[in-house]
């Protein structure tokens, strides 16, 4: 169901509310495993260029350092090194980078994670939110088994339908429902002044829904997807020491530290550069989890679609259907109009694009 547009928008205040209320769920929620002081490895720390990876991982790295939790490994699935991780862990807790990457359409993560839970049975791992999807029974069954032979496995989830996935299909009985970890970094604010009326931010990659083609939307300043970039400089530095580790594991524990070091800089790169693009629409049309979550952070009035598997949907109806400036649309039209309504009762941007024309038929 879509929302009117024609309510009130929140106050600068009633958004302070609710986004230091989802705070405090996602506190509360990791809390009840991960204790202040705990020595931690973060494992498959996404590195690619989509800016949702980046607010996750920044939003991890600032709740571990409010509670005091040492960060002893950091490591992607490219550079992981299971013979550095067991010499710096100890008896310490594996993390599990959170996300959307647990399940079968990204396989290269579930691989990485798999592989950890086997080799060390005795920490405890902690998946940090995520949404699940399995597309394979079998690939469900499967990574079920893995889950559950793990003696001290903990799953956080990040909507309803991966809390019943977890439960009722994985069968791990300590899954716990928590927001994103983005809502760690608390309230962003715009890069700039917009200089369009509306933005779309549609994603390209394969978890794009069959239907939407903004392609063919006329009179919009910019319809983009974050993927696209010119890499951070850091990145560079990081993939040249990903390459010496994959080729001479035994350099491993001398130049891990270093490739750790480059992965908050990135990840800030990239931030703003999510920020400076979702900052230029008056309104934010999105398909991407992300797009929502850091509108909502900096105070955009957006429209959401669902992703291919209906991700953002749950997460949406579990977390955010409430904020007031978040407005659900089913179809590509309805996103279209919806925006229409929410730009026309804001004040006039700089942009010379005054609305929008709807897509040829």
Same mark, same amino acid.
């Given at each position: ?7 009130? &928008? ?32 973060? $494992?498959?720390? %996404? ?9 996750? &991982? ?12 040492? =960060? ?45 839970? @086997? ?23 499967? %990574? ?27 069968? /791990?009985?300590?899954?716990?429902? +928590? ?7 608390? @309230? ?7 200089? +369009?009326?509306?933005? $779309? &931010? ?13 392609? @063919? ?12 970039? +010119? ?39 990239? =931030?703003?550069?999510? +920020? ?6 008056? /309104? ?78």
């Amino acid at each position: 169901m879509v929302v009117s547009a024609a309510q009130h &928008l929140p106050t600068p205040a009633a958004r302070s509310r609710f986004i230091l209320g989802l705070q405090a769920q996602l506190q509360g929620a990791l809390l009840r495993v991960l204790r202040p002081g705990t020595r931690c490895a973060l $494992i498959d720390v %996404a590195l690619h260029s989509n800016v949702g990876d980046s607010a996750i &991982l920044l939003g991890q790295l600032a709740f571990l350092r409010k509670y005091r939790m040492p =960060l002893v490994y950091v490591s992607n699935f490219r550079g992981f090194s299971q013979d550095v991780l067991a010499r710096r862990i100890g008896k310490g807790t594996i993390l599990f980078s959170g996300g959307g990457s647990l399940g079968d359409v990204w396989p290269e993560h579930w691989a990485i994670r798999k592989q950890v839970l @086997e080799a060390f049975p005795h920490n405890p791992i902690v998946q940090l939110p995520e949404s699940i999807h399995f597309r394979s029974p079998e690939a469900l069954d499967r %990574a079920g088994q893995t889950m559950r032979g793990h003696p001290n496995y903990t799953l956080f989830v990040r909507d309803q339908r991966s809390l019943g996935i977890s439960r009722n299909d994985l069968g /791990v009985n300590r899954t716990f429902l +928590c927001p994103d970890m983005a809502f760690a970094l608390g @309230e962003l604010s715009r890069s700039g002044a917009p200089d +369009c009326q509306v933005l $779309i &931010l549609s994603r390209i990659d394969r978890e794009k829904r069959n239907g939407y083609d903004f392609r @063919e939307v006329r009179g919009v300043m910019e319809v983009a997807d974050w993927l696209k970039e +010119c890499p951070p400089r850091l990145m560079r530095v990081n993939r040249a020491l990903t390459h010496r580790i994959n080729t001479n594991p035994e350099l491993s524990s001398v130049l891990s530290r270093p490739v750790q070091w480059t992965y908050g800089p990135i990840a800030r790169a990239r =931030l703003r550069r999510g +920020c400076r693009l979702l900052s230029r629409g008056q /309104v934010v049309i999105t398909d991407r989890l992300h797009g929502h979550i850091m509108s909502v952070l900096m105070g955009i009035p957006h429209v959401v679609l669902d992703n291919s598997y209906g991700k953002i949907r749950s997460f949406y109806d579990t977390w955010t259907s409430r904020c007031g400036f978040a407005l659900w649309a089913d179809s590509q039209a309805q996103a279209i109009a919806v925006a229409e309504q929410l730009a026309n009762r804001l004040p006039p941007s700089n942009s010379s694009a005054s609305f929008l024309k709807r897509p040829r038929s």
